[in-house]
C-alpha cells in the first residue's frame, strides 16, 4: 500500500531517511521547472534542485503540516532559485552588442511593425531570457512570478517571504529596471 | 521605439516559454547519498530515549516504594529495635572503652 506524505513526512523525521525518496520522485519535476525559469545551463537547474531538496530534507522539521507539503517545498525552491541569483550576477553587464542575427531581425521588424511581431519566435524568447539575466535578483524574481508565471502579490509575498507591500515596491522598480535596460538597445540601430 | 509596448510583447515571449519539467536520471538516488547522514543522531536520539526510560522507571519505583513505606509504617517497638541495634553498632567500641576504664 503506497503510503501518505504525511506517513512519509513523519518516518523521515523519526530517522527513516529512506522515507524521503518518493517525496522526491513526485515533487522534482516540479523543483527543476522553477529553476529553469532562473538558470539557463542544465548544470545549475540541477545545482538548484540538489540544493533545494537538501534544505528540504535538513528544514523537514519546520513543516508543520497546516499547508500541502508542495506549498512549502514551493516556497524554498523559489528561495533557493533567488539565493541562486545573488551569487550568480555575472552576466549582468554584458552589453547587447552580441545580439544574434534573428535577435537583430525580430527588433528591426518590432521598430517598422510593432503589432505584426510574433511574440512567439525563439528570437524574442531568447532577447527576452538576455534581458532577464541583466536584471538585478529581486527583479528578475519579481518579473519572472509576476509577469511570466502571473502570480498575485499575496502569493509572491508567501513565496518568497516578503511582505505585500515589498513585493509591490519591488515589482515597481523592477517593471522601471527592465524598461531602463530595454531603453539600452543599440540606440543607434534600433531607436 | 515604444518601450512599454516591446516590454509587452518580450513578456508575452516568455510566457510562451514554459520550461521542461524533466527530472535527470535517477536524480533521487543522488539526493539519497547527499543525505547528511543521521547516525550519530539516532544514536544520541537512542541514548536520550533510554536516559529517560531510565528517569521514568525511577520516579515509578521512587513512588512506589514511598507508597509502601506511607501505608505500611512499620510497628514501634521493631523501629526502635532497629535504631537501638543500629546505635549499639556504631557505638560498640566507645561502649568497650568506658567499660574497661
Known amino acids: 500500500m503506497e503510503r501518505t506524505e504525511a506517513e512519509l513526512i513523519s518516518a523521515v523525521l523519526k530517522g527513516n531517511a529512506a522515507s524521503f525518496e518518493p517525496l522526491v520522485q513526485k515533487y522534482s519535476p516540479r523543483v527543476f521547472s522553477t529553476a529553469r525559469r532562473y538558470a539557463r545551463r542544465e548544470s545549475e537547474v540541477e545545482d538548484i534542485a540538489q540544493e533545494a531538496w537538501l534544505k528540504a530534507f535538513k528544514k523537514l522539521g519546520s513543516f508543520r503540516g497546516e499547508a500541502p507539503f508542495e506549498h512549502w517545498l514551493m516556497r524554498l525552491t523559489v528561495r533557493t532559485c533567488y539565493d541562486f541569483l545573488?551569487?550568480?550576477?555575472?552576466?549582468?553587464?554584458?552589453?547587447?552588442?552580441?545580439?544574434?542575427?534573428?535577435?537583430?531581425?525580430?527588433?528591426?521588424?518590432?521598430?517598422?511593425?510593432?503589432?505584426?511581431?510574433?511574440?512567439?519566435?525563439?528570437?524574442?524568447?531568447?532577447?527576452?531570457?538576455?534581458?532577464?539575466?541583466?536584471?538585478?535578483?529581486?527583479?528578475?524574481?519579481i518579473i519572472t512570478l509576476l509577469e511570466i508565471e502571473d502570480r498575485s502579490v499575496k502569493e509572491i509575498a508567501a513565496l518568497t517571504g516578503w511582505s505585500v507591500p515589498l513585493v509591490k515596491v519591488r515589482a515597481f522598480r523592477a517593471r522601471a529596471e527592465m524598461r531602463k535596460i530595454l531603453a539600452k538597445l543599440p540606440k543607434d540601430k534600433y531607436l | 521605439m515604444n518601450l512599454a509596448e516591446l516590454q509587452k510583447k518580450l513578456i508575452a515571449a516568455a510566457r510562451t516559454n514554459t520550461p521542461g519539467d524533466g527530472v535527470p536520471y535517477a536524480f533521487e538516488k543522488r539526493i539519497m547519498a547527499l543525505l547528511p547522514s543521521r547516525t550519530t543522531t539516532d544514536n544520541l536520539v537512542l541514548w536520550a530515549r533510554g536516559l529517560w526510560q531510565a528517569a521514568a522507571s525511577s520516579v515509578a519505583i521512587a513512588l512506589m516504594l514511598g507508597a509502601w513505606v506511607f501505608f505500611n509504617p512499620t510497628s514501634g517497638a521493631n523501629a526502635s529495635d532497629l535504631s537501638q541495634n543500629f546505635e549499639n553498632t556504631l557505638l560498640a567500641a566507645v561502649d568497650q572503652n568506658l567499660q574497661t576504664q
Open chain 1, 86 to 141: 545573488r551569487r550568480h550576477q555575472r552576466n549582468r553587464e554584458s552589453a547587447f552588442s552580441d545580439l544574434t542575427e534573428p535577435e537583430s531581425d525580430w527588433l528591426e521588424h518590432f521598430m517598422t511593425q510593432p503589432e505584426a511581431v510574433s511574440e512567439n519566435t525563439d528570437a524574442a524568447r531568447l532577447l527576452v531570457a538576455r534581458i532577464l539575466e541583466r536584471l538585478s535578483p529581486p527583479a528578475r524574481l
